[in-house]
């Protein structure tokens, strides 16, 4: 209720139940997180330029899984 008094742009999602279903804990939950923001274009980047950024910050073991959720989290918009 309180958001609604900055703005009209909220969108609930059980995040957090998503991310667990698909990594099996909650640590990716912000790379998530930053993809709902991108594919509604909150954001002035490209995703390409995003997924770079994640690739140069992840440990190379664990980027597949969060370029897997940074996509996943574009399906839940829907």
Not at 27 to 46: A, E, R, T, Y
Request: with cysteine; glycine share 2%; charged share 30%.
């Amino acid at each position: 209720k309180q958001l609604k008094n900055f703005t009209n742009k909220i969108f609930p999602i059980d995040a957090t139940e998503k991310i667990e279903k698909i990594a099996k804990s909650t640590v990716p939950l912000n790379v998530f997180m930053l993809g709902l923001v991108c594919h509604k274009k909150f954001l002035p980047l490209s995703r390409t330029e995003i997924l770079k950024s994640i690739k140069t910050v992840i440990s190379e073991k664990y980027f597949e899984i969060n370029k897997k959720i940074f996509n996943f989290s574009k399906l839940c918009l829907k």
